[in-house]
């Protein structure tokens, strides 16, 4: 089946520190793989996607790279922001399964100053 | 582009009584999505529509929840009788024909059943 498994939060960060959430995947199928922020109160926005094998995908300083030998698509940012202060969801979709989105069960990550 | 349009943003209601939510998709979307997303979890596929037509409403608890997409358009999702675990942020997304697109997300219903 497909499925997707976040590294479990929350997750807090002093500004202009490192940021990885891990994010690893089942997929039956070639899955497509996203990252998508939700900002409290609001809905999700897309972060970045990647579509194929060593796709990278890359918005706002935030980079994730699709490793199918691994079935990974870890976040990464190099300095993080108070601003980037939000819970990130992992999510993949397969033509197979409709293009259904599969969501992981999302990292809250807190930046201090 | 105008985004997703869900309404209420917010609903409070008493246990088994009823509760409708009503999104707008972008314009030229095929595919709707409803999904539940419980406090702390990811978001729950409910049903997926292609146009007028259901792509999957494996999810969804046919004995209390209904769907409908009018005209390929606009879409109603129903709650009769509500129970109190159906607390939760309901969100309509759409995405384009021919995948794989990314979804697009409305900012969701915030449904409290007391």
């Known amino acids: 089946g497909n499925s997707v498994t976040q590294m479990e939060g929350p997750v807090t960060l002093s500004e202009e520190a490192f940021l990885t959430i891990n994010c690893t995947y089942t997929a039956t199928g070639y899955p497509s793989l996203f990252w998508y922020v939700q900002y409290p109160g609001e809905g999700l926005q897309l972060l970045l996607k990647?579509?194929?094998?060593?796709d990278k995908g890359s918005n706002k300083g935030f980079e994730a790279t699709y490793r199918k030998e691994t079935t990974s698509f870890h976040l990464e940012k190099g300095s993080v922001q108070v601003s980037d202060s939000a819970v990130y969801f992992c999510?993949?979709?397969?033509?197979?399964?409709?293009?259904?989105?599969?969501f992981g069960t999302g990292t809250s990550l807190t930046v201090i100053p | 582009e105008a985004g997703v349009a869900q309404s209420p943003r917010y609903k409070i209601i008493e246990k088994r009584q009823s509760v409708a939510f009503w999104c707008n998709p972008i314009s030229g979307h095929a595919t709707l999505y409803w999904y539940q997303q419980i406090l702390g979890q990811g978001p729950k596929l409910l049903i997926q529509?292609?146009?007028?037509?259901?792509?999957?409403d494996s999810q969804l608890p046919k004995d209390r929840f209904s769907a409908e997409r009018l005209k390929g358009v606009d879409s109603t999702l129903k709650i009769q009788p509500a129970k109190l675990e159906d607390s939760a942020v309901y969100l309509c997304?759409?995405?384009?024909?021919?995948?794989?697109?990314?979804?697009?997300f409305g900012q969701g219903t915030r449904l409290t059943v007391v």
């Open positions: 999510a993949l979709s397969t033509v197979s399964a409709g293009n259904q989105f599969y």
């Open positions: 997304a759409s995405s384009r024909d021919r995948g794989p697109f990314e979804a697009f």
């Open positions: 529509f292609q146009n007028n037509g259901v792509v999957d």
């Open positions: 990647a579509t194929k094998a060593d």
